[in-house]
């Protein structure tokens, strides 16, 4: 406590030192003036924290406290509302080039999708060709042998045809589009790209395609878990069969 009236006197001739300085004529000084308002208000801070202060000094001291806190919450609050701007301008552009990636990809489903009509269309035609040809051959000049061998031909070539014919028929479950669903109050927006085309599939290979959807299914799953979010359903259709699993 041996150093207290020091500093004490230190604060009063401070004071005194503010009194001179406020005297000078704002202007060319004004500079000067605002750094002595700070070293005013810092003197005020300590001669409270002593005991030393008078009432005008702790009721200054509590009012400049509070402004520094108010300020200090308004800037938290700013910087605050500027990351969450931030953050949904960074959603925005990411959801734009899930967008174009998405555009980018119902581009290529439909130019494959014309490449598997163009493919069918000339299988047709060359079958047409091929049974036009046979149909053409003397029959009567053939021995047994090539009789047999071009009955099998014949036939060969009108099941292709046939084959064609009811692929052709079968629609490649092009679906490239945009659709809302509401679940729980939460809007998902759901994409579905898909292409297909008859191909022969066993049973191996149906517990095969039908592990994969389980695992995409449980790794969906576990994602919703962790963001809380309710999870999507991922569908295969293959052949004339349907193969789902269903994610809650």
């Not at 002593?50 to 005008?56: D, H, I, L, P, S």
């Not at 509590?62 to 300020?71: D, P, Q």
């Not at 079968?170 to 679940?183: T, W």
Request: aromatic content about 2%; glycine content about 6%.
């Amino acid at each position: 406590m041996e150093g207290i009236p020091g500093k004490i006197k230190a604060v009063v001739e401070a004071k005194r030192h503010w009194r001179t300085a406020s005297q000078v004529k704002s202007g060319a000084l004004l500079g000067l003036t605002t750094e002595l308002k700070k070293v005013k208000e810092q003197f005020a801070l300590l001669a409270v924290a002593m005991g030393a202060g008078t009432v005008e000094e702790v009721a200054q001291v509590k009012k400049t406290i509070s402004a520094r806190k108010g300020r200090v919450e308004e800037e938290r609050r700013k910087e605050a509302e500027v990351k969450k701007i931030e953050a949904s301008k960074r959603a925005v552009e990411a959801e734009n080039r899930r967008e174009q990636a998405h555009l980018k990809e119902a581009e290529k489903v439909a130019a494959q999708r014309k490449l598997v009509r163009e493919s069918q269309r000339r299988a047709w035609e060359a079958c047409e060709e091929t049974l036009a040809g046979l149909a053409r051959k003397d029959k009567a000049a053939l021995g047994e042998d090539e009789l047999i061998e071009l009955g099998v031909k014949i036939k060969e070539a009108k099941a292709m045809k046939e084959r064609i014919e009811r692929e052709t028929k079968q629609p490649l479950e092009i679906k490239i589009g945009r659709s809302r669903q509401v679940v729980n109050g939460e809007i998902l927006k759901t994409i579905e790209v898909a292409m297909g085309h008859m191909q022969a599939i066993d049973s191996k290979e149906k517990v095969e395609l039908e592990t994969a959807v389980g695992k995409v299914n449980m790794l969906l799953r576990r994602t919703g878990v962790i963001l809380d979010h309710t999870v999507w359903v991922v569908m295969v259709r293959a052949g004339t069969g349907y193969f789902e699993d269903e994610s809650y």
